[in-house]
């Protein structure tokens, strides 16, 4: 009863809160209009630089082949993978690989289009939102590896942080909060008819029920998909450029505050940056303490209220609520704190040279080092092979699974 009366009030206070915070933001940037437009301009800059031509390819991607029945097919084969471990529908683990690999919004943009085929409920749309919130490898490998700290060994050593702490916070409020969805049977190749036919019936099952439910030609898919990509990268490039100007309004009315705690807080890129730069120099945060790169990987798993805000506005025809989804977000950060501080040294110390090397990039400033839309998209073949061989590891857990499963429950 108490909760529920909480949430009628904020909600209720919603509009009025906004309008004040947004009235507060046209004083400041009035007060001081010179160092605003500056951080403006680097949000701007952060945004069309490395944001927009890194999700751009994966968001369209995601939403022809959810349109395809393709996402559903693969659903089929990950369905034991996703109940035991996050105790979600199948269909969620093409999310999963999505958000893994391409990074917010990406994985919200998935899950919405998982919700708007009716796969899946608004409690579970809410849920996978939470666990498939990852950066994506490019910020992690090529902005903060490469060009904030010199060193590709450490990006592979934050993205390898980044996804167990992420994969292992999904698995923990599944166990805390999570049932197995109560709509399954009705899911495409879930129906009791459906588990006699054989596993490849049922996934071409899966993919013929899914493409029936789209109904629309390839030419519209394409299109619709371009048009809601560039959408959603508007969304994002607002969001990004107004709290980086609301970042260095608070760097100025509040000096005594550390910046790294005020831009982690508040957006990605900018606290990875702070944190990067005020650390004692690079030597210092190899071979000093822990407390660095701990602290820059929490960050990272905490993604920071702009990234939150970019994924909820893109989840709002879902219903999904900023409390719990935050709670996953902060639970991602604990964990990731601690495995830095138990795994950072041995990840840097690897050397492993099938590993591609990032190069060619710089670290002037807020700028993250790509000069133009065509570097990031040349790197575009390494993350979709990427893509490709986590999608194959998640196939083979899921069979794994299953087997498991099998000789414990024949009958299962």
Known sequence: MINFKIRRFFRGSAPFISGAAAILLAIAIVLAPESSFKASLAGLK???????????????????LTASGIVHGLGVLLEPLMKRLFRLPGAGGWTLVLGITAGFPAGAGAVMQLHKQGDITDKDAGRLASIVHYASPVTLLIVVGTAFLHSPA??????AIHWLSGLAAGCLSALIKGKASANDSRLPGSSPHAKKASLPGRIHQAALDARARDGRGFG?????SVTAAVQNLMIVGGYMIMFAVVINIISRL????????AAGLLEIHLGAHSITSNTAGLEGFFSGSLLGPALLSAMLAWSGICAQLQALTVLKPANVRFLPFTAVRLLHGLIAFALALI?????VNIRAAALPVFTGTDSGGLDPGIGSAIRIWSFLPQI?????????LLLALSVAVK????????SA
Do not use: C, D, N
């Not at 069309?48 to 939403?63: C, K, M």
């Not at 979709?384 to 194959?392: E, P």
């Not at 087997?403 to 024949?410: A, G």
């Open 46 to 64: 952060l945004w069309w630089t490395l944001v927009f031509p890194a999700l751009l390819p994966f968001l369209i991607l995601s939403e022809m």
């Open 154 to 159: 450490a990006g592979y050593a934050l993205l």
């Open 220 to 224: 519209k898919v394409l299109g619709e």
């Open 254 to 261: 509040l000096p005594q505050l550390p910046s790294p705690l």
């Open 343 to 347: 795994l950072w040294k041995p990840l």
């Open 384 to 392: 979709l092979s990427l893509q490709g061989l986590l999608l194959l």
């Open 403 to 410: 087997i498991f499963t099998w000789r414990r429950h024949p």
